[in-house]
């Protein structure tokens, strides 16, 4: 028996995102009834982010173990083999029986793509989310500063979560632009749910300047989600990176 | 009675390529189609270029005539509002009774994006042809710089054409890295069937050291298609622009 460490790439346009769920195709069951088909064994992975519908991935992570005797290193070839082209195993690697991707310390690190434009894209159209009016990015900056470090996070997570500790730390959260793009990379060691979404929601608020920058930090303390601003959609986020510590 | 002038952007992942065909769903159709819901004539729109299945575009360009009382500029907001989201009207504007998308001089300019990484990125898979193997970009600018000017291209093109005149010229001619990228932009008066796929298949041979730059240059003046390289897929092909002259 050896643990198996998959760093997993997707589009999630065609998936309800990650966990199996009843009434819709995931990413976990695409991966379950692909390692079936390779092993004949039952597996069900472990991944470390679940995300969304919709939501894309270039490095979640997976676990699984098994004793097919193909060696950890070849099950990324082997499962792309297997799977659709819009789910990539980017790598595989044999990990220690005890190591869980959701128990370990972890900086995960996501970006948003707004497409900052006069007009839609529609070869973008499933990657960003389209903003058409002018946005201060300095602004943006600024009010993003004072959601780096260790806060709790409540105002900036969707009422239907009901985890009990809603403190996180962000390491890092850079707001760039590229051609028409405007993208927000944000590194933190864990996120609350819609969190990212919220939080690019908020600052879009201040791109616009409905907000000054000073009140996202008004914001945070008020520990209300209803003061934040919308969930933007999930087809704009892309996990890029897990980095376990 | 107003000739409108659009120009088009479209995914066309999930089409037959521009032009109207019997077995499959093609931009031109769904165009048509919008234009019937919207004004109630049987417009059938002439199109720049007849893109190919699986290539998409930024700025294709389309004409019409009507009769409707809907404003040359609006034309643009009312039909976004009746087609799907993998094609949108950029702009409309009128044009004179005479201008003809075809018969006019213009410049036409098209990119084509590979992806050079050690894996497939799932989430670019449409829009980029993926290729593994380390590329030389210099040499491929080299081998470039022998099609820039006024040639004939047969060797360029695919044979099932019949065009009489395969002289065409290439104004411009662009490698460049971009991150994980490398992007091909041509620019050129015109283009032969497949040209720019057979292009960048030839030069990704140079890329690749199996052919010299200086090859590249006899492959021209062989005048035969079969010393060329590879159709690459459409994917990777955008149609950017068309400037009229």
Known sequence: ??????????????????????????????????????????????????????????????????????????FSYALNQQLPEDIVIVRSEETSSEWHPRY???RKTYEYHILNAKVPNPIKRQTTYFVSYPLNLEDMQKAASYLVGEHD?????????????????????????????????????GFLYNMVRIIVGTLLRVGRGFYTPKQVKEILEAQNRNTAGITVPPQGLILTEICYL
């Open 1 to 74: 028996m050896k643990r198996v460490k998959l760093t997993v790439a997707y589009d999630g346009t065609n998936y309800c995102g990650w966990q199996i769920q009843p009434n819709g195709l995931t990413i976990e069951e695409v991966l379950n009834k692909a390692l079936y088909r390779l092993t004949g064994e039952k597996i069900a992975v472990i991944g470390a982010s679940r995300t969304d519908s919709g939501v894309h991935a270039l490095g979640n992570i997976a676990v699984f173990d098994t004793d097919s005797p193909i060696p950890a290193q070849r």
């Open 104 to 106: 370990c310390n972890s």
């Open 153 to 189: 996070f409540v105002s900036f997570c969707n009422i239907r979560t009901n985890v009990e500790n809603t403190v996180r730390t962000i390491y890092d959260l850079q707001i760039l632009r590229k051609e028409d793009e405007i993208i927000l990379r944000i590194t933190g060691n």
